[in-house]
T-cell receptor
């Protein structure tokens, strides 16, 4: 079955380290998104991509980067992890068609000490 | 201004009763889509229901229905005959410029409502 996966599911890192969170989907969706979820804020968009080689900044992109070298993957990199980036991170994907919804991965819990 | 507002941080409802979760939105775009997602304690985000701004009828999916009042800019989720498994966080989300130009496919989420079903 087609799916969207994230790895790792849990990660503890130290301030200042570079961290990469993986997102992989097998639906062949053009659109991919990264969100972070924090109490009181719901889900906020970090970066998104509408296709290979396309990346765009979302609402809370500072300190994060993404690259899209193929359809299936959109890794999220924290260049220099900060305690403020402790959060739950969700990846999502959707078809590039009208009325299509986004389907979410299981999430990655990141703790920055 | 908040684009999506969910005014109920938490709700407690007796099992088998119907429940309405409120969502109001703010947009000047005539073309948009509204979504509801469920997040159980296990953490995954589950798509429940969708309503397009041009849809003439309210969306329904099983026990879920969306009470769409365009003039009031509200898109409330109604769950009929609630079950213990409905206990979860519920998020309302909006996609603006929801048209064939595909210019804007981002979702904006509300802060969520935590629903607890009491046996």
């Amino acid at each position: 079955d087609a799916e969207i996966t994230q790895s790792p599911r849990h990660k503890i890192t130290e301030t200042g380290r570079q961290v990469t969170l993986a997102c992989h989907q097998t639906w062949n969706h053009n659109n991919m998104f990264w969100y972070r979820q924090d109490l009181g804020h719901g889900l906020r968009l970090i970066h998104y991509s509408y296709g290979v080689q396309d990346t765009n900044k979302g609402e809370v992109s500072d300190g994060y980067s993404v690259s899209r070298s193929n359809t299936e993957d959109l890794p999220l990199t924290l260049e220099s992890a900060a305690s403020s980036q402790t959060s739950v991170y969700f990846c999502a994907s959707s078809k590039r068609e009208i009325y299509e919804t986004q389907y979410f991965g299981p999430g990655t819990r990141l703790l920055v000490l | 201004a908040q684009k999506i507002t969910q005014t109920q941080p938490g709700m407690f409802v007796q099992e088998k009763e119907a429940v309405t979760l409120d969502c109001t939105y703010d947009t000047s775009d005539p073309s948009y889509g509204l979504f509801w997602y469920k997040q159980p304690s296990s953490g995954e985000m589950i798509f429940l229901i969708y309503q397009g701004s041009y849809d003439q009828q309210n969306a329904t999916e099983g026990r879920y229905s969306l009470n769409f009042q365009k003039a009031r800019k509200s898109a409330n989720l109604v769950i009929s005959a609630s079950q213990l498994g409905d206990s979860a966080m519920y998020f309302c989300a909006m996609r603006e410029a929801y048209n064939s130009n595909f210019g804007n496919e981002k979702l904006t989420f509300g802060t969520g409502t935590r629903l607890t079903i009491i046996p």
